[in-house]
């Protein structure tokens, strides 16, 4: 009985499943963005270097690192090759044939995270979680990303038997988003620069990667207090952890945690930069809250003509 209960809710779920999503769409943007800036800004040089005394190689052992482009291009020039990815993210970004262009990103996220000498964090997780949004995507039949959901066919859809694999595709990108998070907050606590409150004010100062840019000053000022830095190294893990729950909730919280993400990696960049890791991260927290995001959208903007009088008035049907 339970057995049945349970299939019978999973297949309600499955049905119900938004295949086409905008905020998910802007998700995907946001992280090919990301990815482009890196190869924008740093030439190839920079990011194919000798590690460990080793020569500048790319390695190419298959099955994974083989199907890299660098590795498919052969000897041909690296800044070349660079500029090849670069179109794939930039194409992506533009939201052109969703279900389509993931298979793109993918590959494009793999070409960085296996074949770049020096990857970071943002290179990883982007690869985990561009492959899950090769099947969250497979069900989206727009020419773009930015269109309204549920165009022409858009009933039939919940009966393709791709509907199935959207709903665990995007399943997969919030549940390894949350855990990428939580795992996060878990590991600081050990940690005792963070576990007795000091650990940003240390990060500010390190010499090669602490507070730079147009607010370093400012922050090695503020983390020399010694209440900010308690709420700014607690905070950062207690953002951390409602960034996870929030995504293993429904609606709105999942939306509050995208809100979240934001303001944590855009204060990390303002802090000591790492651009490409904070927005890689903030897009795929859009990607794994979009279905809560669409939803509370528009409620959202149903509440604008009361909260704020000058704002224009809903229009009422008929």
């Known amino acids: 009985m339970f057995a049945q209960r349970l299939i019978a809710g999973l297949e309600r779920s499955v049905r119900r499943f938004p295949a086409e999503s905008r905020a998910l769409g802007a998700g995907r943007s946001v992280m090919a963005l990301a990815q482009a800036s890196v190869l924008v800004f740093t030439p190839a040089s920079h990011l194919f270097v000798p590690v460990g005394g080793a020569e500048t190689e790319v390695g190419c052992a298959p099955p994974v690192q083989a199907v890299s482009l660098y590795c498919l291009a052969g000897s041909a020039d690296r800044q070349s090759v660079g500029l090849v990815v670069l179109a794939m993210l930039l194409v992506v970004a533009s939201g052109i044939l969703p279900r389509f262009t993931t298979v793109l990103h993918f590959w494009a996220s793999l070409s960085l995270g296996q074949s770049v000498s020096l990857p970071d964090g943002g290179d990883a997780v982007a690869q985990v979680v561009t492959f899950f949004l090769v099947l969250a995507c497979a069900n989206d039949r727009r020419t773009w990303h930015w269109q309204r959901p549920g165009g022409a066919g858009g009933g039939d859809r919940a009966g393709s038997p791709w509907q199935g694999l959207a709903w665990a595709g995007w399943w997969g990108v919030r549940i390894q988003v949350a855990y990428i998070y939580l795992n996060s907050a878990l590991a600081k606590l050990p940690v005792d620069p963070w576990a007795e409150g000091s650990a940003t004010y240390y990060v500010a100062r390190m010499e ?60 990390i960049v303002l802090q000591i930069g790492i651009l490409s890791f904070g927005f890689i991260m903030v ?35 008929g």
């Open 208 to 267: 090669n990667f602490g507070a730079a840019g147009l607010f370093a000053d400012l922050f090695r000022w503020a983390t020399g207090i010694t209440l900010i830095a308690l709420l700014s190294t607690w905070g950062t893990i207690l953002a951390e952890t409602l960034i996870a729950l929030f995504l293993l909730r429904r609606g709105s919280r999942q939306a509050v945690a995208a809100v979240i993400s934001a303001a944590l990696h855009v204060l």
């Open 283 to 317: 897009g795929a927290v859009l990607c794994a809250a979009s279905r809560g995001i669409d939803a509370y959208a528009p409620r959202l903007r149903d509440r604008l003509p009361r909260r704020f009088p000058g704002a224009p008035a809903a229009r009422v049907p």
